[in-house]
């Protein structure tokens, strides 16, 4: 495996491929990341995974600071899981001159855009840029980050790019707790409670399974047993698959999304329900 | 030559080639828009132009109705400049959903931005479309439209594409009135009095090259001089090649960009003024 830390470099050795797979990262990668690096070699070769921890997408009062940097235990990892090269830019790399150039994703003010104010917009920013540099045919996407799948699937469509964006499934812990490079800011008692947001998502579906159709009152029973736990709740939300917009009556493809914080860990869950 | 009108049929054409030369234009062709072409050819093969007019560059009461389209006339002067491939896509084509992706490039309310809101977003936007259908090595893009060419090598430069942006000199009229699409529009008293527009753009260039720093008052200058003669002046303004923004003390790589109305048509020039 490869370890690049310059465009001109990976383009080196990109030069005349046309199957690669791509997986962006943050790093600090867990199980999660992995399985979307197996996907990506189950796809095409050579498989190019990213780690850039983006300046961009942190909000001031983020973590971007403390966001955690590991790059030698996850080059071990990407090796083990079948990844070819490794891209790992530095700021300077990426961003030479200050971004004046936007990306403007649709849905950049829902969710967790309406509580990350430019978020969405420093996603959609590096990612082009990435695919830029990288020119895969194929990119991975895990669907813990949903409203971030959605926002990269309809950006590649839109803006007419020669790639197909793969989803891979949430990772899960034994309890139920989606893995997240986050997790580790949780103290004990905030881990042993955190399960918490899969089990509110996981009765809003079976409710709506059982053929419950008031997602407001749902949605405010998953806010109070989050809240009553000690939970500081940004959204609870059943939202149309095909839109991520609330659905419309008789939609039946949809997906509940959450974000809450526990102490001062934000976290982020969501489960598609089965079509009824 | 080729005359293909959807990105599936272009793509086939274009599988494996490595040296594309991309020429986008609106059509309704002049010998400005040749000489790019010729550009083109020059730098690499296939020579790919494109014709379509972009509505999301329009605004509301612009002329997006009545914009010429001449498509056969443009194919028989596209062969004989040495274009290889006419890619001429439909509105549904280009844009088969709603746009909800944008693309903010920098001083998009600067200049002509300040006066056609949107304007330059529609043009980032149809251009990266563009680019990431044709997937080009070079493209060219005349000086006439010199705003669009800096936000467009910056547009590149920043989102990282692998272009070599190519600018062809400005074509003119015998009396000094650059070739434009829009001067169809002219009556015959009007195309008379469009020169006035380049010559006092020449009369800024002649007195900075003589020394003269008073740059408002230049500009004012010509703003009177185009108003005595009926013009409706957008904008008259001496800025830096390097920023388009107004020049600092003692900044000597600059350009003079006008743009006004005669009757009910806008016209843009501009000059570069050479180091002092």
């Not at 310059?6 to 990262?25: C, H």
């Not at 003010?109 to 990350?116: I, S």
Request: aromatic fraction near 6%; charge should be negative.
């Amino acid at each position: 495996m490869h370890l690049v830390h310059t465009a001109a470099e990976l383009r080196g050795m990109l030069d005349g491929e046309r199957g690669v797979a791509f997986v962006p990262t943050m790093g600090n990668l867990h199980t999660g990341h992995l399985e979307l690096v197996r996907l990506a070699a189950g796809a095409g070769r050579p498989v190019v995974s990213s780690i850039f921890v983006n300046p961009l997408q942190f909000g001031a009062g983020e973590d971007f600071g403390r966001y955690p940097r590991t790059l030698e235990a996850d080059c071990r990892q990407l090796k083990a899981a079948g990844c070819d090269i490794v891209f790992a830019p530095d700021v300077a790399e990426m961003y030479p001159e200050p971004q004046t150039v936007r990306v403007v994703p649709p849905l950049a003010d829902e969710l967790c855009g309406a509580f990350r104010p430019g978020h969405f917009e420093g996603v959609a920013t590096v990612v082009l840029k990435l695919f830029n540099m990288v020119r895969p045919r194929y990119a991975v996407f895990g669907k813990k980050d949903y409203q971030q799948l959605f926002i990269l699937r309809t950006l590649t469509r839109q803006l007419n790019l020669p790639i197909d964006i793969l989803a891979g499934e949430t990772v899960r812990a034994a309890d139920g707790l989606a893995l997240s490079s986050r997790n580790g800011y949780l103290s004990a008692a905030e881990r042993a409670e955190a399960p918490r947001l899969h089990a509110v998502l996981s009765a809003i579906v079976g409710a709506i399974a059982g053929g419950g159709r008031d997602y407001g009152a749902l949605e405010s029973a998953a806010r109070d047993a989050l809240q009553e736990h000690g939970w500081r709740v940004d959204y609870v939300s059943v939202r149309a698959q095909a839109t991520l917009l609330p659905p419309r009556d008789g939609e039946d493809r949809l997906v509940v999304l959450a974000a809450a914080h526990l102490g001062g860990t934000r976290l982020i869950d969501n489960l598609e329900v089965a079509s009824q």
